[in-house]
């Protein structure tokens, strides 16, 4: 049975010579850490690569076609790539985790999470990487962090202020 789940997708094996896709990209990197190629990973690759903004496994699960996978495999899928460094887990202020790629090799991109519409915009500065570089030379190795930032948007507080003043 688990051989059925391979695939012979040719981006599951062939690099198109130009800039790489997030497929592409995801399939190195699978391949890299001793892990398969499967129709339901291509599936959830394309439907990352499809987003620039974090989204919850949920989100994903609708984005895939009915015959791509079921819930669970979305969040094994998703445990796999984590563990590759595919993708970041990010976390909205009700705890549900959100996913996006990070394939382009660049540092942690961090986002402040609208709390009414749920909305994530990019943090252009945070100087954490600088952190990480401290505690490497200290000899910690296998870092990792966790910061989340939360607020109110400008639209939504727009939209409160409207409401309230009517």
């Known amino acids: 049975m ?7 997708h040719p981006l ?11 497929v592409e990209l995801g399939c190195e990197r699978l391949k890299a850490g001793g892990m398969r190629i499967t129709k339901p990973r291509i599936a959830l690759l394309e439907a990352l690569g499809r987003h620039s903004a974090p989204l919850a496994i949920e989100q994903l ?23 590759v460094g595919i993708v970041q887990r990010s976390f909205l202020h009700n705890g549900t985790a959100q996913y996006e790629l990070t394939l382009s090799g660049t ?9 009414s519409c749920g909305a994530a915009e990019p943090v252009d ?42």
Do not use: M
């Open 2 to 8: 688990i051989a059925a789940t391979q695939s012979n």
């Open 12 to 22: 599951g094996t062939v690099s198109s010579g130009n800039v790489p896709s997030p």
């Open 61 to 83: 699960h609708q984005e895939l076609s009915r015959n791509a996978c079921d819930l669970v495999t979305v969040y094994r899928c998703l445990a796999v790539f984590e563990q």
């Open 107 to 115: 540092p942690k991109r961090y986002n402040v999470v609208c709390k």
């Open 125 to 166: 500065y945070f100087p954490v990487e600088g952190i990480h570089e401290v505690l490497r030379e200290r000899g910690y190795a296998n870092l990792s962090h966790l910061v989340e930032f939360f607020g109110v948007c400008p639209a939504c507080q727009q939209a409160n202020t409207k409401r309230h003043s009517h």
